[in-house]
């Protein structure tokens, strides 16, 4: 039972941590490319279940503003390239998290959904 719990203490530190802190290397506008995917991921799928997303429409765009600010044009590719990684593997997560027939999985993609979109939404004020 002790495995347990420090495997699920240290998977749970894994996901808090932002991206660009695990990855030493990468430019902090990666950090922000990725939450900008993530949540345009966020504010279709709330579209899609009928969810209010301005919340969440009010953070992408902040992150947009961001990433305007900070990306030069030499890497806008490269940066929007890891914006729509991002996308693609939050509307997965998002997708297993309602479609799956596998409640332990969900509930695994739910979580780690919202880890994703909590860390992201640390970062902006209001």
Same mark, same amino acid.
């Given at each position: 039972?002790?495995?347990?719990?420090?495997?699920?203490?240290?998977?749970?530190? $894994?996901?808090?941590?932002? *991206?660009?802190?695990?990855?030493? #290397? =990468?430019? %902090?506008? &990666?950090?922000?490319?990725?939450?900008?995917?993530?949540?345009? $991921?966020?504010?279709?799928? *709330?579209?899609?279940?009928?969810? #209010? =997303?301005? %919340?969440? &429409?009010?953070?992408?765009?902040?992150?947009?503003?961001?990433?305007a600010a900070l990306t030069e044009p030499a890497s806008r590719v490269q940066v929007m390239d890891w914006r729509i990684r991002a996308k693609m593997d939050h509307k997965r997560l998002l997708s297993v998290a309602v479609f799956s027939d596998?409640?332990?999985?969900?509930?695994?993609?739910?979580?780690?959904?919202?880890?994703?979109?909590?860390?992201?939404?640390?970062?902006?004020?209001?």
């Amino acid at each position: 039972m002790s495995s347990l719990k420090t495997y699920f203490t240290v998977l749970c530190m $894994a996901l808090l941590v932002p *991206a660009h802190a695990r990855a030493g #290397d =990468d430019p %902090p506008v &990666r950090f922000f490319a990725e939450c900008a995917g993530r949540m345009s $991921a966020s504010v279709e799928h *709330a579209w899609l279940t009928g969810a #209010d =997303d301005a %919340p969440l &429409r009010a953070q992408r765009d902040g992150f947009a503003d961001i990433i305007a600010a900070l990306t030069e044009p030499a890497s806008r590719v490269q940066v929007m390239d890891w914006r729509i990684r991002a996308k693609m593997d939050h509307k997965r997560l998002l997708s297993v998290a309602v479609f799956s027939d596998k409640p332990r999985l969900a509930r695994l993609a739910t979580i780690q959904a919202r880890a994703h979109v909590s860390r992201c939404g640390a970062v902006l004020l209001g």
